[in-house]
């Protein structure tokens, strides 16, 4: 039997090319339709924005009123709608989203012109995000990842976005919670990280600097790079003309315009460190983290700021006096003969980075410069009535590292640099330093040419244009200062150690030493409760307890022998006479009446926790205790 075979014709392979190809398009959309659908699903309800809350830095505040310390993981301080400059939105919609109050929260042309230059370069580049988008991608997906999946999240929560919500209210989030470098979060922290202003203050150019943030907020920063900041925000100026925010005028005013930018320093390393720190933990024991960093608290604290810098100011003193008395150390360092300019450029630099809180950026910079910097602003320690005097700006009472030259062995002097600003050390300035137990007698024997020390400014003659200075150490003792109110137990002051930044350890709270003679007052008090009065006698004679206990690995079994400080005895003395001349023997007697048991309780009263040993040798203070 002879198969025939199929005929095709041209209608029947039509037919099956449109089927295949109907299926194939059916197919193709199933699988988009999923893909999209799956990505829909779980998608943040954009309500949410209706009442979103931005995180609030806690902000601790001393009893007088003024701001000690702040706590926040990002500094933000939103600002009302309505308090914004025009000028300052119109930048921020130039730059980032010209059609930001026509379009419907997706930009189309941006999206294509994004793709365009994505091929051209040959890598993802750009997004053509929106306003709308930006606040989508930072609010509700928190995703920075340059992705095709994420970018249709993004694009159908700002168009669900643009329904619920109008547009100022879109852009005030944009405006409140958009980094913009240096630590800021919205404009209300730029403004103040930046220029040292509020909101309302900000200029034109100014707003030209921040509104060139967004993108790359730290490659534009106009503290790290100025001269690429001027440059962005000469885009900006130019977009606000093309946009008819602006005449051109105005934009080569803002241009031309040397912005006066404020350093800002850490506050809760400067105003009171470890008394902030003691807040810090309380708050976050008490209130947990989540709330502290997020919510804005206003911490009103007990701590009096005037008290505050004197216990500071005293505290470093009399360490400096204490560590004198332990002997001179030597220089730092010799550099005699050796980068000698390059020391005192960069001590010229550092002083001025620490003094001066101004800088100013220029209209332009010289391309051709290795670096470019911003200008210190001298306008302030250059003021008739500024404290500061020299090149370097230098204060009286303050101590610098100090270049010492030119020793006049003769006539026991020495030039003493300060950067760029020459000062004189005389005999008075190291006459506290001693050789071998006694007094230097030349200059020669303290210092050498070239060695780098440490050295107070003493006074500044203005009239004949130079500096007196005086030999310093940095103090190897530390110490603490921890002041109260009696009655109340308000903590008023509290210094826990000379450099914060160098130690966190709390000596005045975390740090145990023995109390001593501290300890004899609440002695004498108890005898008073005792029935005791000031004009009892007691007798200063010598006196041996006998050791009467089991030896373990912690005592001697030698007998005790109190003596007094000055080796001296004075027989039957009034209680008052003994307390007044701290007196070892007549304590330890008084003790032995009172019993220790009685002396322990009573310390308890008087709200001393720390351990004691029930031993007669609490009453001389032989125990160890914090000052809290």
Same mark, same amino acid.
């Given at each position: 039997m002879k198969l025939k075979r199929p005929k095709f014709t041209f209608k029947a392979t039509f037919r099956t090319v449109s089927l295949i190809a109907l299926f194939g398009i059916l197919g193709g959309l199933i699988a988009v339709t999923?893909?999209?659908?799956?990505?829909?699903?779980?998608?943040?309800?954009?309500?949410?924005?209706?009442?979103?809350?931005?995180?609030?830095?806690? %902000?601790?505040y001393s009893v007088d009123g003024k701001k000690i310390g702040e706590f926040t993981t990002e500094r933000r301080y939103p600002v009302a709608f309505e308090k914004i400059p025009k000028h300052v939105i119109q930048a921020f919609v130039a730059a980032e989203d010209s059609g930001f109050y026509e379009h419907k929260g997706i930009d189309f042309t941006g999206i294509a012109r994004a793709a365009i230059s994505n091929v051209m370069r040959g890598h993802y580049a750009q997004g053509g995000s929106t306003i709308t988008q930006q606040v989508a991608r930072a609010l509700l997906l928190n995703s920075k990842k340059k992705e095709i999946t994420r970018k249709i999240r993004e694009m159908v929560l700002a168009w669900r976005m643009e329904r619920e919500l109008s547009k100022n209210e879109i852009l005030n989030?944009?405006?409140?919670? @958009?980094?913009?470098?240096?630590g800021a979060f919205g404009i209300g922290a730029a403004a103040r990280n930046y220029f040292g202003k509020s909101v309302d203050e900000i200029t034109v150019a100014?707003?030209? @600097?921040?509104?060139?943030?967004?993108?790359?907020?730290?490659?534009?920063?106009?503290?790290?790079?100025?001269?690429?900041?001027?440059?962005?925000? /000469?885009?900006?100026?130019?977009?606000?003309?093309?946009?008819?925010?602006?005449?051109?005028? /105005?934009?080569? %005013?803002?241009?031309?315009?040397?912005?006066?930018?404020?350093?800002?320093?850490?506050?809760?390393?400067? %105003?009171?460190?470890?008394?902030?720190?003691?807040?810090?933990?309380?708050?976050?024991?008490?209130?947990?983290?989540?709330?502290?960093?997020?919510?804005?608290?206003?911490?009103?604290?007990? #701590?009096n700021y005037a008290f505050q810098k004197q216990a500071e100011k005293s505290l470093l003193k009399g360490l400096r006096e204490v560590d004198k008395r332990l002997g001179w150390r030597g220089a730092l360092k010799n550099i005699d003969g050796q980068n000698t300019n390059e020391y005192l450029a960069a001590q010229h630099e550092s002083v001025l980075k620490s003094v001066v809180t101004?800088?100013?950026?220029?209209?332009?910079f010289d391309e051709n410069a290795k670096e470019k910097k911003l200008?210190?602003?001298?306008?302030? @320690? /250059?003021?008739?009535?500024?404290?500061?005097?020299?090149?370097?700006?230098?204060?009286?009472?303050?101590?610098?590292?100090?270049?010492?030259?030119?020793?006049?062995?003769?006539?026991?002097?020495?030039?003493?640099?300060?950067?760029?600003?020459?000062?004189?050390?005389q005999t008075a300035g190291y006459a506290w330093v001693q050789i071998d137990g006694r007094p230097a007698k030349s200059i020669g024997d303290v210092l050498k040419n070239g060695d780098v020390v440490w050295a107070k400014v003493e006074n500044?003659?203005?009239?004949?244009?130079?500096?007196?200075?005086?030999?310093?150490?940095?103090?190897?003792?530390?110490?603490?200062?921890?002041?109260?109110?009696?009655?109340?137990?308000?903590?008023?002051?509290?210094?826990?150690?000379?450099?914060?930044?160098?130690?966190?350890?709390?000596?005045?709270?975390?740090?145990?030493?023995?109390?001593?003679?501290?300890?004899?007052?609440?002695?004498?008090?108890?005898?008073?409760?005792?029935?005791?009065?000031?004009a009892s006698i007691v007798t200063d004679a010598p006196?041996?307890?006998?050791?009467?206990?089991?030896?373990?690995? !912690?005592?001697?079994?030698?007998?005790?022998?109190?003596?007094?400080?000055?080796?001296?005895?004075?027989?039957?003395?009034?209680?008052?006479?003994?307390?007044?001349?701290?007196?070892?023997?007549?304590?330890?007697? #008084?003790?032995?009446?009172?019993?220790? !048991?009685?002396?322990? %309780?009573?310390?308890?009263?008087?709200?001393?926790?720390?351990? #004691?040993?029930?031993?007669?040798?609490?009453?001389?203070?032989?125990?160890?205790?914090?000052?809290?």
């Open positions: 999923t893909v999209f659908f799956s990505l829909l699903k779980g998608l943040p309800d954009v309500a949410s924005l209706k009442a979103f809350r931005h995180s609030h830095a806690t %902000e601790v989030l944009y405006l409140s919670e @958009i980094y913009l470098g240096h100014e707003a030209g @600097i921040l509104a060139g943030l967004p993108q790359r907020p730290n490659d534009w920063n106009p503290f790290h790079n100025p001269h690429l900041s001027k440059r962005r925000q /000469q885009y900006v100026l130019k977009r606000m003309v093309e946009e008819n925010f602006i005449e051109p005028k /105005q934009a080569a %005013e803002a241009f031309g315009e040397v912005l006066k930018l404020k350093t800002t320093k850490d506050i809760n390393l400067t %105003e009171a460190p470890y008394f902030v720190e003691e807040v810090r933990q309380y708050l976050m024991g008490k209130y947990g983290s989540e709330r502290v960093l997020t919510e804005g608290l206003r911490v009103e604290t007990t #701590l101004t800088r100013l950026l220029p209209a332009t200008i210190y602003d001298l306008t302030e @320690i /250059q003021a008739p009535d500024s404290p500061y005097f020299g090149a370097t700006p230098v204060k009286a009472g303050e101590v610098y590292q100090t270049l010492i030259s030119d020793i006049d062995v003769k006539n026991n002097t020495a030039k003493a640099w300060i950067g760029q600003t020459q000062g004189t050390m500044i003659d203005r009239k004949l244009g130079q500096i007196f200075v005086s030999l310093e150490q940095e103090p190897e003792v530390q110490g603490a200062v921890l002041s109260f109110e009696h009655a109340s137990g308000d903590v008023t002051a509290m210094v826990g150690g000379t450099d914060f930044e160098k130690s966190k350890f709390n000596i005045a709270l975390q740090a145990k030493r023995q109390v001593g003679s501290t300890f004899k007052p609440i002695l004498y008090a108890a005898a008073m409760d005792k029935g005791f009065s000031p006196i041996v307890f006998k050791y009467e206990g089991a030896l373990d690995a !912690d005592t001697t079994g030698e007998d005790w022998r109190p003596h007094n400080y000055a080796g001296t005895f004075e027989g039957d003395i009034p209680l008052r006479l003994a307390l007044i001349r701290s007196m070892n023997i007549p304590t330890v007697k #008084l003790l032995n009446e009172l019993t220790v !048991d009685y002396g322990i %309780e009573y310390a308890r009263r008087m709200g001393i926790t720390s351990p #004691l040993p029930r031993d007669l040798s609490i009453g001389l203070g032989s125990w160890s205790s914090s000052l809290a």
